[in-house]
């Protein structure tokens, strides 16, 4: 079984950092791209940075310059420093990862989510 644990989030002021980790752990047996996603109520999931196993980081425009994804050397854990925050990053922050399970299958696994609220 696998299972991906987020931390870090809460609440902070604008302008402020906040840093959110994920670790997947369980019966894996390789792990492509890991990403972090945020979601509003109503709304979809939208993608905030993604990170290969190489290094190689994207992220969305919204996010560029402020936000950073890192993964450990394990490659297992997936960072999101998150710094000069504003109140429209307020959402409920996921991480997924692309990964080979039990079943030798490769798919998407998502966290639970955890909530980042900034205040104005």
């Known amino acids: 079984q696998v299972q991906l644990m987020e931390s870090g989030g809460g609440f902070v002021q604008a302008g402020g950092t906040l840093n959110l980790s994920c670790t997947a752990s369980g019966s894996i047996f390789g792990i492509d791209v890991m990403a972090w996603f945020r979601q509003l109520p109503g709304e979809g999931r939208y993608l905030v940075a993604t990170?290969?196993?190489?290094?190689?980081?994207k992220y969305a425009d919204s996010v560029k310059g402020r936000f950073t994804i890192s993964r450990d050397s394990a490659g297992n854990t997936v960072f999101l420093q998150m710094n000069s925050l504003k109140p429209e990053d307020t959402a409920v922050y996921y991480c997924?990862?692309?990964?080979?399970?039990?079943?030798?299958?490769?798919?998407?696994?998502w966290g639970q989510g955890t909530q980042v609220t900034v205040s104005s």
């Open positions: 997924t990862a692309h990964l080979r399970d039990a079943a030798a299958r490769w798919q998407d696994y």
């Open positions: 990170i290969t196993p190489g290094g190689s980081t």
